[in-house]
């Protein structure tokens, strides 16, 4: 039965007027939920605490699994995380405003990353080189820093490798982001394009579809596909590979869109802090080493994991810088640090390992 003009303008009213009751109701308790958090700084702030930690990674998780978890409406469980992601994120805030290093310039895919995993009240802090990202946290200019680590087509990285067998800091998240490239320009035809230019990365994930579609433009590595688009900026006959938003951010043309040559590319990034996080329920524990060159050394580090029931989630190997032939071996297993079977293992890999080092303990992400 068809709704005259009246009924259905009455109708509308009616749950207009819901709506708006609503969202009374939901300003309230956000509100509400915001003065808690001042309340939670004013509580750790007393007697003076100069270094007080306001971010909570393995709280953030729990909060962010509870909601997924009583979500029952026609919202999805992610649609609803993202919700409170950026109520959390203004919440925090009010506690401690949150500065992130990230690689930048801004539009790049460490910076969508540092947005997915803080929110949008974080703090951006873009630095030239993922070295700089390291530097910044150590030195105190960020709370936090985020990090490309594994890519899953180009692999792992190796500027990130490396620092993180350096750095003093703890990994205290991670962030796994799907990646869709754009090829971006002020030209506005492929066939005025001279040159690509983007991360090493972007460009090996991009490697058969410029090998069919601009075979003979020449092809340039630079440090950050945000840094491509901003070059894209001034010279007509570049095109950069970059995301979306980079192309709002620096006005170029998408002249193609979804250009990488594996549908699900996803780019793995690590949160690194100066502290541990505490247990959260659903952890990971990274580590790197090596091991003396005899048979069966890996097997034994290994065995270790296995005879505990603890699964092993990565083990990438790369050629040690200190030994010809000597390899280091980055391992993530299930569970946290602190628990007493995990400690059992690590300890016992440590004892047969002739390089040892852990390099933090973090929350798996609610956050797909």
């Known amino acids: ?104 310039p801004e539009g790049s895919y460490t910076h969508a990353a540092a947005l997915k995993q803080f929110g949008s009240f974080v703090q951006p802090y873009a630095v030239s080189t993922i070295e700089d990202v390291f530097k910044a946290v150590e030195t105190g200019l960020a709370n936090y820093g985020i990090v490309p680590v594994e890519n899953s087509t180009e692999g792992v990285v190796n500027a990130t490798q490396d620092n993180l067998i350096q750095t003093r800091l703890q990994v205290t998240g991670e962030v796994d982001l799907a990646i869709h490239h754009c090829l971006l320009s002020k030209a506005t035809d492929l066939t005025m394009v001279k040159k690509v230019v983007a991360h090493a990365q972007a460009l090996g994930q991009c490697r058969t579809w410029l090998k069919n579609n601009l075979p003979g433009v020449s092809l340039e590595a630079v440090d950050s596909n945000a840094l491509a688009a901003k070059m894209a900026q001034s010279d007509a006959s570049l095109a950069a590979i970059a995301s979306e938003q980079a192309a709002v951010l620096y006005e170029l043309n998408i002249l193609k869109s979804h250009i990488e040559d594996v549908r699900d590319n996803t780019t793995k990034f690590w949160v690194l802090g100066a502290e541990l996080p505490a247990p959260s329920g659903e952890d990971k524990t990274a580590l790197v080493l090596s091991m003396p060159n005899r048979a069966g050394a890996l097997f034994d580090i290994l065995s270790s994991f296995a005879k505990r029931s603890i699964s092993m989630t990565r083990i990438v190997s790369r050629p040690s810088s200190n030994k010809k032939w000597d390899y280091v071996f980055f391992i993530d297993i299930a569970g946290h640090q602190s628990e007493p079977r995990v400690a059992e293992a690590l300890e016992e890999v440590k004892q047969h390992a002739s390089f040892f080092k852990l390099l933090g303990s973090y929350p798996v992400s609610p956050l797909d």
Do not use: W
């Open 1 to 104: 039965m068809s709704l005259n003009a009246d009924q259905e303008k009455a109708q509308l009213t009616e749950i207009r007027n819901e709506i708006d009751a609503i969202d009374a109701q939901i300003q309230q308790l956000i509100s509400q939920r915001a003065r808690c958090a001042q309340k939670v700084a004013d509580i750790k702030t007393q007697g003076g605490q100069v270094h007080a930690v306001f971010y909570r990674p393995e709280r953030e998780a729990q909060v962010l699994r509870a909601v997924k978890a009583r979500n029952d409406s026609v919202l999805s469980d992610n649609d609803m995380a993202r919700l409170f992601r950026e109520i959390m994120s203004a919440c925090l805030a009010l506690e401690q405003p949150m500065k992130v290093a990230y690689l930048g």
